[in-house]
């Protein structure tokens, strides 16, 4: 429920587990009024993902940026020029999150994204995730 009580959100997750198709987790996201008899307006919504790709760096320093036509954001790991030997290289590991589809009740199904944006998190996350500050980049 959020935090002025009018909606519910419900999130169910879905990961494979075999070996071969096991780098993806589909989520799906409910968004309904916590009185169902009632609707909503003005809503707005979003979703603040923080996730981090492999780097050899001390702090995560990912690079990240938006593909409109995929309704993809990305993070690419980091690669530093020091003299340690990776495992691999960190700048070919790839993490993203992108829209499948949605939905609205008695409407039909839609492709669309409104926006998509990757933040830097020493600014939004690292000194403590706030909703009011998080919304202002949505």
Not at 80 to 109: E, H
């Amino acid at each position: 429920v959020t935090v002025d009580s009018l909606v519910k959100v419900e999130c169910t997750w879905w990961a494979p587990k075999h070996a071969d198709s096991c780098n993806f987790i589909i989520q799906r996201m409910r968004v309904f009024p916590a009185n169902i008899a009632s609707s909503v307006a003005s809503l707005q919504i979003g979703e603040i993902i923080d996730f981090d790709i492999p780097t050899d760096s001390v702090t995560s320093n990912n690079i990240s940026g938006t593909d409109p036509t995929r309704r993809l954001v990305w993070l690419r790991g980091y690669n530093s020029t020091d003299t340690v030997t990776d495992c691999t290289d960190n700048s070919k590991r790839y993490g993203g999150v992108a829209l499948l589809n949605w939905f609205m009740k008695n409407k039909a199904c839609s492709d669309v994204l409104y926006g998509g944006a990757a933040i830097p998190n020493d600014a939004y996350v690292y000194p403590g995730v706030f909703a009011d500050s998080l919304s202002r980049v949505m």
